[in-house]
């Protein structure tokens, strides 16, 4: 699987947006970018993932670029519960692939009043 | 919730003892995954079952071993256990492992402490 790149922390103000960037300039044609976040030793939660083109849920966005060589997390209007470290993960998605995910350093996200 | 449970949330053992971490994924998850996370070694994926067989190995140590049983849940078993061993263990569950629309959803974790 590609490895992925993401700056180690950022801050970002409540209510704001907050983008998360990730490089992954190896990404194969049949890899799916996943997002990721963890709060405090909790269970790492699943938030978003795609393939190539733009992804929106009830949590976040995913913005892949058309080269498919980086990717940006958007958390709209971002509160202090999203304070944690987000993983951007590339993998393989198919028939013979057994998906194990492997995680990152990520970033820590600190979101401040 | 994310509906894959662990027990037990915390284990407090001594040095060369044996434990057992058990995992009951979401209702109808047929893989199960178990991820160890130490502080200076992060996320670290070791082993998955889908539907009862082993498929996949990380860097499992030869003293872990689990299985996953005919209901579908899954257990960890580690043994001669080392203060090195001190983690959260976290259990995951997917339903299609092979499917675009794939998924992990991860357990609550076990703490695990070694003295």
């Known amino acids: 699987d590609a490895k992925t790149t993401q700056p180690p922390s950022m801050d970002c103000a409540e209510g704001r947006a907050a983008n998360l960037p990730c490089n992954h300039s190896?990404?194969?044609?049949?890899?799916?970018v996943y997002w990721y976040r963890q709060i405090h030793s909790q269970g790492p939660q699943y938030i978003i993932h795609?393939?190539?083109n733009n992804e929106t849920n009830e949590m976040a966005s995913l913005i892949i670029t058309e080269d498919r060589k980086s990717s940006t997390l958007i958390l709209p209007h971002a509160t202090l519960r999203d304070t944690a470290v987000y993983y951007c993960?590339?993998?393989?998605?198919?028939?013979?692939?057994?998906?194990?995910?492997?995680f990152g350093a990520g970033t820590q996200v600190v979101v401040t009043p | 919730d994310s509906g894959v449970t662990q027990t037990p949330k915390h284990l407090i053992t001594a040095t060369g003892q044996r434990v057992t971490l058990r995992c009951s994924p979401r209702?109808?998850?047929?893989?199960v995954y178990w991820y160890q996370q130490s502080l200076d070694q992060g996320l670290q994926f070791l082993i998955q079952?889908?539907?009862?067989?082993?498929?996949a190995k990380g860097n499992i140590l030869e003293r872990f071993s689990a299985q996953q049983f005919p209901d579908l849940h899954s257990e960890l078993n580690l043994s001669s256990l080392e203060l090195g061993d001190s983690a959260l263990y976290f259990c995951?569950?997917?339903?299609?492992?092979?499917?675009?629309?794939?998924?992990?959803?991860f357990g609550p974790g076990t703490r695990l402490t070694v003295l």
């Open positions: 079952y889908y539907n009862g067989e082993e498929r």
């Open positions: 795609g393939l190539k």
């Open positions: 190896t990404i194969s044609g049949n890899e799916y």
């Open positions: 209702s109808g998850d047929l893989s």
């Open positions: 995951a569950s997917s339903p299609h492992p092979g499917l675009d629309t794939d998924t992990q959803y």
């Open positions: 993960i590339v993998r393989v998605v198919g028939f013979d692939s057994w998906g194990k995910f492997q």
